[in-house]
């Protein structure tokens, strides 16, 4: 009987709780306006994002980061130093797809987006073996 009514309770929980953040105050509306970008203006992104994104640019040294797009994006055939490798890696694979992904979302970028994820993929693969 006790056990019955433990979960008798556990349920009534459940679905109050579940009552009330679907209620129209607690609801969470969203907007297309509220995400999509301004007319002639720079795709926006998350605070949040474009603050892991900046600290992500941050462990690269200054002539990494360009040579890295020109491999990935422009398909160039520059040597890669194994001073940028090194920093790539401790940059971590994270900031590296997260990187590559932002520029994939630009519509300039978006549609050779396979293309680039290769790159990226021999890019963080080909650094490893350089390290």
């Known amino acids: 009987?006790?056990?019955?009514?433990?979960?008798?309770?556990?349920?009534?929980?459940?679905?109050?709780?579940?009552?009330f953040l679907a209620s129209p105050g607690m609801a969470f509306q969203a907007n297309e306006q509220d995400y999509a970008p301004a007319p002639n203006e720079d795709?926006?992104?998350?605070?949040d994002v474009e603050n892991?994104?900046?600290?992500?640019?941050?462990?690269?040294?200054?002539?990494c980061g360009p040579?890295?797009?020109?491999?990935?994006?422009?398909?160039?055939?520059?040597d890669l130093s194994t001073s940028c490798c090194q920093d790539?890696?401790?940059m971590g694979l994270s900031c590296h797809?997260?990187?590559?992904?932002?520029?994939?979302l630009r519509p300039e970028f978006s549609d050779k987006a396979a293309l680039y994820h290769k790159n990226r993929i021999h890019i963080w693969k080909l650094c490893n073996l350089l390290i």
């Open 88 to 90: 790539m890696v401790q």
């Open 1 to 19: 009987m006790a056990s019955f009514c433990n979960v008798s309770i556990l349920a009534f929980l459940l679905l109050a709780t579940v009552a």
């Open 97 to 104: 797809n997260a990187l590559t992904n932002a520029i994939i």
């Open 52 to 63: 892991y994104l900046v600290r992500c640019l941050k462990k690269l040294s200054k002539g």
């Open 67 to 78: 040579l890295f797009f020109e491999r990935i994006f422009l398909n160039e055939t520059k």
């Open 43 to 47: 795709i926006l992104v998350a605070p």
